[in-house]
């Protein structure tokens, strides 16, 4: 059984920094490019962030670009999203998932894999 199980998240004031860990279990996890997303109340789940397991690249979204910096470790089967400079906008549940590519990192429909999501809450 696969599981992604993501830690970090809480409370944090703006300005601040978070950072998200994502464990896997149960896949291949070097062949899995992991991506980042976040849904907030009301709206729509987005992706932010993904580090390929192809080619070893990160992608971002605009959103996030300049202060979040996404790693893994695959020797420990863990990812993580490093973020910076905390926004009240960025108030949301945020989610890892896996799957073979980055492409489709605005189509969190696409992926395969998903965890139980972490709260991130950013106070003004």
Same mark, same amino acid.
Do not use: F
């Given at each position: 059984e696969v599981q992604?199980?993501?830690s970090g998240g809480g409370l944090v004031q703006a300005g601040g920094s978070l950072r998200l860990s994502?464990?896997?279990? %149960?896949l291949s996890f070097d062949d899995y490019s992991i991506g980042w997303f976040r849904q907030a109340p009301g709206k729509?789940?987005?992706g932010l962030s993904c580090f390929s397991s192809r080619d070893g690249r990160t992608?971002?979204?605009e959103s996030v670009k300049g202060r979040s910096t996404v790693s893994r470790d695959n020797a $420990?089967?863990?990812?993580?999203?490093?973020m910076n /400079?905390? $926004?009240? %906008? /960025?108030t949301a549940v945020y989610y890892c998932a896996?799957?073979?590519s980055? /492409?489709?990192m605005d189509s969190p429909s696409i992926w395969t894999f998903w965890g139980q999501g972490t709260q991130v809450t950013v106070s003004s």
């Open positions: 992604l199980v993501e994502c464990a896997a279990s %149960g729509e789940r987005e992608y971002y979204t $420990k089967n863990t990812a993580s999203l490093q /400079d905390l $926004k009240p %906008g /960025d896996a799957d073979l980055c /492409d489709y």
